[in-house]
Antibody, heavy 122, light 108 residues
């Protein structure tokens, strides 16, 4: 069965960076784009971008360009999202999610990780 | 930047029909997707490509599209359907994805 297992909660100081991992299993990792979505406490979902695990190509939301880096390690079927220059308003649950629609030219998210809480506080 | 607009809340009685709308200028040319999120859980895809239902999603969930508005319809609402619902789509260029602000469905 498809599973996306994310790394554990993080507490960071303002200005630091955080790197969240997402280990995939139960399917061919390189066959599906991986997206990252975040959700601040009590707020809605916010799309951050995607990575094509096959090519390493990325597409970032304009809001995060220059601060986010998405990478992957195909040898261990793991995707990573690194966010730099953290601010207090980056406090959120960060999700990875698989995209089965990208092969048709669209983007949708069918399997999600359990989420990783990142807290930014001095 | 592109935005999708949803009503903050919708309330229905059990057995009634709930309709949740999502409006955006690019919706006539971009597919919409709907997610259900219950407290403390990750979202679940309930509708893709405007009106398709993933396997395992009850038939009472359906989607439709008309112009710049897409609608998620839940027929015969059950208590277990109480959740937040989000629409998702792309901007007119198809480059960037966006989520609507979310709608809290309350089953009275």
């Amino acid at each position: 069965q498809v599973q996306l297992v994310q790394s554990g909660a993080e507490v960071k100081k303002p200005g630091a960076s955080v790197k969240v991992s997402c280990k995939a299993s139960g399917y061919t990792f390189t066959g599906y784009y991986m997206h990252w979505v975040r959700q601040a406490p009590g707020q809605g979902l916010e799309w951050m971008g995607w990575i094509n695990p096959n090519s390493g190509g990325t597409n970032y939301a304009q809001k995060f360009q220059g601060r986010v880096t998405m990478t992957r390690d195909t040898s261990i079927s793991t995707a990573y999202m690194e966010l730099s220059r953290l601010r207090s308003d980056d406090t959120a649950v960060y999700y990875c999610a698989r995209d089965p629609c990208s092969r048709d030219g669209y983007n949708c998210l069918d399997y999600w990780g359990q989420g990783t809480l990142v807290t930014v506080s001095s | 930047s592109y935005e999708l607009t949803q009503p903050p809340s919708v309330s229905v009685s059990p057995g009634q029909t709930a309709r949740i709308t999502c409006s955006g200028d690019a919706l006539p040319k971009q597919y919409a997707y709907w997610y259900q999120q219950k407290p403390g859980q990750a979202p679940v895809l309930v509708i893709y490509k405007d009106s398709e239902r993933p396997s395992g999603i009850p038939e009472r969930f359906s989607g439709s599209s008309s112009g710049t508005t897409v609608t998620l319809t839940i027929s015969g609402v059950q208590a277990e359907d109480e959740a937040d619902y989000y629409c998702q789509s792309a901007d007119s260029s198809g480059t960037y994805e966006v989520f609507g602000g979310g709608t809290k469905l309350t089953v009275l």
